[in-house]
Structures are given as C-alpha cells and as structure tokens.
C-alpha cells in the first residue's frame, strides 16, 4: 500500500499511515479510483438504510452501524472510532465516545423542548457532529446522511446541501466548509442557509 498517495481536498481529513492500511482493496493508485468504490459503498449503504426501519437513531450505535454499513466494504476500520488525534476537532479521541452520549442526550433536548426550530435543529447537529469527528475518514459524508435521515425520520424535509450548486462542485465545497468555519466560531447563519433548500 506503500505507492498510494490519496491527495486530500480542503476541508477533509488526511488519512495516515495506519489507516491506508486498513484498505480492503489492493490495486487502487488514485484518489478518483477511491471516490468510486467508497460510491459504491455508500449507494449500498444508503439501501441498507432507507429499506429497514431502524429504531433508536439518536444513538451511538446506530451511527458506528451507519458508518460501518456506508464504509465497510473499503476500510477495515469503518465503524470504529478513531484513536488519532485530528486538526478539525477540538475533541481528543479518547473523549469521542462521552462527546457522542452528550451530543445524543442534547439532540433528544432539543427535539423534546420545542424551543429551537428544524433549521436550526439540523445545522447545529451536523456542525456539532462533524466537530466530534467520530471516524477516522467519511465524517462528512456519514454525517450528511445522518443528518438528512433524522430530517426524515422525524418528518421534516430533508436538506440537499445547496444541490442548486452541483454544475459548480467547488464553490458549493468552499461555501459549506466556510458556512462551518463559521459555525465554529458560533455563527450558524451560513450554516442554517447553506442546509435551507430542501427536497
Ligand atoms: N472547520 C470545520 N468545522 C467543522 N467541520 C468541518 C470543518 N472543516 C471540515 N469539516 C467537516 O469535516 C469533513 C471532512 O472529514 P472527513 O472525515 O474527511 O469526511 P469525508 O471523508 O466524508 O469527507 C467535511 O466534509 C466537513 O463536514
Ligand atoms: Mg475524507
């Protein structure tokens, strides 16, 4: 596996050295060689979810059968938490699975409380999740799909992360990575608009 060199986009996470490791597949050299088997996971994955019904979602281990269902078939790792630390968390690996029960405790909250409207419900669940970064890889993509399967489970239209953007792939990345820089920064106005146009 020494001869690969996945080059990563903005925005993403590098994988290191033990994690190209964990690949099922023996014979891939290029990032777009990649993108193609983990899309074929996760058309997979999305069957598997959208063709039994799931109960309990608000929970850790739906999400790590998430991951793993979308992953599963390209890395050995899918599933599992990471163990590395990570530039885009603030979050130490050993504090993923405590970060996860508060943020499953709160979302349940917020749904509960009635306080806070959907658009708000779903952006801060996907920025709070994707800080969290549970995986060593497929965090946004795993996060995205969560996020669009609680809209729907709990009847809401669900979000298409500005699709209206898809003939320009790059400016639709930089607008939702800078929508969660500003999330970061606690100003989830980018964030909310980003997620507004809806299916
Ligand atoms: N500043 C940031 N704050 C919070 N989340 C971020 C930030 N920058 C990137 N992300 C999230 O991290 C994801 C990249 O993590 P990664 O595990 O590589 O996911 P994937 O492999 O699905 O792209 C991005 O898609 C985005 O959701
Ligand atoms: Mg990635």
């Not at 050299?29 to 979810?49: A, F, S």
């Not at 709070?128 to 060593?136: D, K, M, N, S």
């Not at 995205?144 to 709990?154: A, D, P």
Request: aromatic content about 12%; overall charge neutral; charged content about 30%.
């Amino acid at each position: 596996m020494s001869e690969h060199n996945f080059v990563t986009r903005d925005g993403s996470t590098p994988l290191d050295h033990d994690q190209i490791k964990g690949i099922r597949f023996s014979h891939l050299t290029t990032m777009g060689e990649l993108d193609e088997i983990e899309d074929t996971n996760i058309q997979k994955g999305l069957e598997w979810l959208h063709h039994q019904d799931h109960e309990n979602i608000l929970s850790m281990e739906f999400l790590c059968k998430l991951h793993e269902k979308l992953f599963g078939d390209v890395w050995k790792w899918a599933g599992k938490f990471r163990t590395v630390e990570v530039n885009i968390s603030k979050y130490r690996a050993y504090d993923v699975g405590p970060q996860l029960k508060n943020f499953f405790d709160d979302v349940r909250l917020w749904i509960d409380g009635g306080k806070m409207n959907w658009d708000e419900i779903a952006a801060e669940m996907h920025h709070r999740l994707v800080t969290i970064h549970p995986f060593p890889n497929g965090n946004g993509r795993t996060t995205r799909i969560f996020t669009e399967y609680v809209q729907k489970r709990f009847g809401q239209k669900v979000s298409t992360w500005k699709s209206s953007l898809s003939p320009t792939p790059k400016a639709r990345r930089d607008l939702y990575i800078k929508a969660l820089r500003a999330a970061d920064r606690g100003d989830f106005l980018l964030l909310i608009e980003f997620m507004q146009e809806k299916k």
